[in-house]
């Protein structure tokens, strides 16, 4: 599926890679969740099934729900398959690297990486 870059939201204009937190596409409550499980951007959203997102805490069938057809009103959409790994290994890299302010080593990364506890 080939996605947009933009979505003119009139007053707003939403791109893929643009922080969750900087518009007002998810209630709070949903926002939170992902936030803090390193979805902080609608590209990393669209990275993840339904079923990934159920794994999330504080996510239900109804914010599931919510965040589907807020997705689908921009014209984008969860994937229906996704290498489990590769998104969580992605979410762990996004969730290191907004707490750190200086170069880090490969191994002190891996040692952040390893030590996070995420639902999946």
Request: proline share 3%.
């Amino acid at each position: 599926m080939d996605l947009p870059d933009r979505i003119d939201l009139s007053t707003n204009q939403l791109h893929l890679d643009n922080f969750l937190k900087n518009h007002n596409l998810f209630s709070k409550q949903i926002t939170n969740a992902l936030v803090k499980q390193g979805i902080v951007t609608p590209r990393i959203l669209i990275m993840h099934t339904a079923k990934l997102l159920r794994n999330i805490e504080n996510l239900g069938p109804q914010l599931i729900a919510d965040i589907i057809s807020v997705l689908a009103k921009q014209g984008w959409s969860l994937v229906e398959t996704a290498d489990e790994r590769y998104v969580t290994l992605t979410r762990r890299l996004i969730m290191v690297f907004s707490k750190v302010n200086r170069p880090l080593s490969l191994s002190r990364l891996t040692q952040m990486v390893n030590s996070l506890t995420m639902s999946h």
